[in-house]
């Protein structure tokens, strides 16, 4: 399995931006699509982003389209979320995981609970 770890977050003001990166711990880290997702207070968790194994294709949640662009090095076993245009609405913990998309990326699906990592959080004041 593969060991997934969140870094980035932190207090930002509205407009401001902030980059996530997920470090994975195995070279497979490749062979995957990755994603993003977000758990506000009182919310259930919901998509952000996904991006192919060979990071060219990517798909978003319409709330960030525009504004997020996910990306990975896959030299670097890395994958980024850079935040753009940040809301207060935006605020939330944030999970990288690895998963699938068979039949594109609006159907990606991450695995089991051992291939997320434990979250980064985000907070945008307004």
């Known amino acids: 399995q593969v060991q997934l770890v969140e870094s980035g977050g932190g207090l930002v003001q509205a407009g401001g931006s902030l980059r996530l990166s997920c470090a994975a711990s195995?070279?497979?880290?490749?062979?995957?699509?990755m994603g993003w997702f977000r758990q506000a207070p009182g919310k259930e968790r919901e998509f952000v982003a996904a991006?192919?194994?060979?990071?060219?294709?990517?798909y978003y949640t319409d709330s960030v389209k525009g504004r997020f662009t996910i990306s990975r090095d896959n030299a670097k076993n890395t994958m980024y979320l850079q935040m753009n245009m940040l809301k207060s609405e935006d605020t939330a913990v944030y999970y990288c995981?690895?998963?699938?998309?068979?039949?594109?990326?609006?159907?990606?699906?991450?695995?089991?609970?051992?291939?997320w990592g434990q979250g980064t959080q985000v907070t945008v004041s307004s």
């Open positions: 991006i192919s194994w060979s990071g060219d294709n990517t």
């Open positions: 995981n690895q998963g699938s998309s068979q039949g594109g990326l609006m159907y990606y699906r991450p695995f089991g609970a051992d291939y």
């Open positions: 195995e070279r497979t880290f490749s062979h995957y699509p």
